[in-house]
């Protein structure tokens, strides 16, 4: 017997899913119509006003020069590459921000739940101290204990002979593959009459910024953490306690797993806010993206251009961040049998 015929889709605005794809086409064609009417209507503005617009003024050479350049770049240099370095300034903090700050919040919140009471108050205090003061005053008052209570550069405090801090900031040893060797040598920072040389050198601004935002967002990591550890029933805490799981195995193997799919979706909050809030860094003087377009709009003229790449680079930041952690929300989801 030949199998009945497939019935065939009609087009028919009383069909759910036809009306749901009319209503996207839609709200798609609107706001690419009020897209477009806002871009027409500030470039006409600006041609009526005499203001030059477009992004050519990237090509031309910047002529200032950036205290912190991972990245090659001089000031005869496009300011294309200006902004390559602020970018790159922006992801540094952003990226070592997130490692720190994981470690540090996660450590905090499983130490609300430590059976000693001096660290759980510790803990407590951490984080109401440090979120309930606002991120900018903490980035203002590292940046000023960094430049106004540390030694001068020339008499720094040290760690072993290898690690100097001081107002200059903080020197670390680095290692050097410029050798060719299967293994590095290491530049090791050398005390001199006037300041630290060698080796990597982390300046008091990137300090600031990475220490404020880091100890600012650990706070709200924490309590992700325990309300996501809190959230595990208690019945699963007490049979890894029979199986004779010590504290830290019952964590590290029933509990934490559990907690995760609780845990993640708002520690991707806190990641994307601790990316956004990176650009209070300019009332410092990092040089981060926000900053070189500060100065860049500032030589140029050019606003809407340069606020629209500081749109568009925390726009991707973001999207890429949240688009990492979905991923892994859906590898670290228990799998139902």
């Known amino acids: 017997m030949r199998p009945p015929p497939k019935p065939r889709r009609r087009f028919s605005l009383r069909s759910r899913a036809v009306r749901g794809w009319l209503y996207q086409a839609l709200a798609l064609a609107l706001i690419a119509f009020g897209v ?3 871009a027409h ?4 503005n600006m041609r009526v006003r005499g203001i030059q617009s477009g992004f050519d003024f990237l090509t031309q050479p910047a002529g200032f020069d950036i205290g912190e350049r991972p990245v090659p770049y001089e000031s005869s240099d ?5 902004f390559a370095v602020g970018l790159a300034n922006t992801l540094r ?4 921000g997130i490692v720190l700050t994981t470690v540090i919040g996660t450590l905090l919140g499983i130490g609300r739940f430590s059976p000693n ?3 759980r108050g510790l803990c407590y205090v951490y984080v109401e101290a440090f979120r309930n003061i606002p991120v900018l005053l903490q980035l203002l008052m590292g940046y000023l204990l960094l430049t106004e209570v540390l030694p001068d550069p020339g008499e720094p405090l040290t760690l072993g002979g290898v690690v100097y801090l001081s107002k200059g900031g903080l020197s670390l040893p680095w290692p050097d593959w410029s050798a060719g060797g299967l293994l590095p ?3 090791l920072p050398q005390r001199g009459d006037v300041a630290v040389t060698g080796g990597a050198e982390l300046t008091p601004e990137f300090l600031a910024v990475l ?3 880091t100890l600012y967002t650990a706070a709200f990591v924490a309590e992700v953490v325990r309300a996501g550890i809190a959230s595990v029933p208690q019945g699963q805490v007490e049979a890894a306690r029979a199986l004779g799981l010590p504290r830290g195995r019952q964590l590290r193997l029933v509990v934490l797993p559990q907690a995760l799919r609780v845990i993640i979706p708002p520690l991707t909050n806190q990641y994307l806010n601790l990316t956004k809030n990176s650009s209070l860094a300019v009332a410092i003087g990092y040089p981060d993206v926000v900053s070189i377009a500060n100065t860049s709009l500032n030589q140029t003229g050019r606003a809407v251009e340069c606020i629209a790449i500081i749109m568009a680079v925390y726009l991707f930041t973001s999207l890429g961040t ?3 952690m979905n991923w892994y929300n859906a590898r670290a989801a228990i799998r139902e049998r």
Do not use: C, D, M
């Not at 496009?78 to 200006?82: F, V």
């Open 185 to 187: 040598a290491w530049q």
């Open 41 to 44: 209507n500030t470039l006409e």
């Open 322 to 324: 949240s688009g990492f």
């Open 78 to 82: 496009g300011y294309w590459r200006a």
């Open 93 to 96: 903090v952003a990226i070592i």
């Open 117 to 119: 009471a001096l660290v």
């Open 211 to 213: 220490g404020g935002l």
């Open 36 to 38: 477009w009417f806002l």
